[in-house]
């Protein structure tokens, strides 16, 4: 089974560093790659040794890199998703991870949106998010090992009344998340959730404008970066996390402010 650390362990479980770079040889898969939190994992990612292939829907948005591989991809298009999967691992010869990271910018009132709204959310997020899941997962199967990381959202658990099509996919995705990692754990494969809170971003400032346009207070001030995203997406990635699936890694400042 392929570790992505190149770390050795010894007889107590203590790790000892063998090489700078996390994920040396590793090819990884970033969907949404157009996005403001998908750039800035697939760089990390690739900064850190990995053959990222990058996808999104926006050509020019797609990040540049000497390790990066841009690909154009529609991700409500359930037959090009599993095709994109097929060429990755027809070109690089393997997958051996995949971050979602799809979103769509939907807000408003709730008695003022329509089913269409909803409907684009969840074609968009919520299955753009499982579309992906469901073309890797046959190769993790047969290899006995994979790593899957989807950005959520803190709406999940902490729902925002401008943006209920958003935090109901994110709480879907996050019991996506728990119900994957028990039926897949057994067989070498992780798969957990990122739950970004308030980070600096153009989807931020959408949220931020559709509420009472105060930037929300959190315990540890904010906003946070695209950089805090991608740090723990890599931990969720790296064998740092091998006894972590099925969880919801909460990067938020600590939450919202009640008082």
């Not at 290899?143 to 803190?154: A, D, P």
């Not at 902490?158 to 996919?169: D, F, K, R, T």
Request: glycine letters at 12%; a neutral charge.
């Amino acid at each position: 089974m392929k570790r992505y650390l190149t770390h050795d362990y010894d007889s107590k479980g203590l790790r000892h560093e063998a090489c700078a770079k996390d994920f040396d040889g590793s090819v990884i898969w970033v969907s949404g790659a157009s996005g403001t939190l998908g750039r800035a994992v697939a760089i990390h990612l690739a900064d850190e040794g990995a053959t990222v292939i990058a996808s999104g829907r926006d050509p020019g948005r797609l990040p540049q890199h000497d390790s990066i591989f841009p690909v154009v991809l529609d991700i409500t298009d359930a037959a090009a998703t599993v095709a994109v999967a097929k060429n990755i691992v027809e070109r690089f010869g393997t997958i051996d991870g995949l971050v979602t990271s799809t979103t769509i910018p939907v807000f408003g009132d709730f008695l003022e949106l329509d089913d269409a709204s909803w409907l684009s959310v969840i074609d968009t997020k919520l299955l753009g998010s499982l579309r992906p899941i469901r073309a890797v997962l046959p190769h993790f199967i047969s290899r006995e090992t994979g790593r899957i990381v989807v950005l959520s959202g803190r709406g999940g658990i902490q729902p925002s009344p401008q943006h209920l099509p958003g935090s109901s996919v994110n709480a879907a995705l996050n019991l996506l998340v728990q119900g994957l990692g028990v039926q897949y754990g057994p067989m070498g494969i992780r798969i957990n959730a990122v739950s970004p809170g308030p980070i600096q971003s153009p989807r931020s400032d959408a949220m931020i404008a559709a509420g009472n346009g105060k930037v929300p207070q959190t315990p540890i001030p904010g906003p946070g970066l695209p950089s805090d995203v991608a740090d723990a997406v890599a931990f969720l990635l790296s064998e740092r996390s091998r006894f972590i699936t099925g969880t919801n890694l909460l990067v938020d400042g600590g939450g919202r402010r009640t008082a």
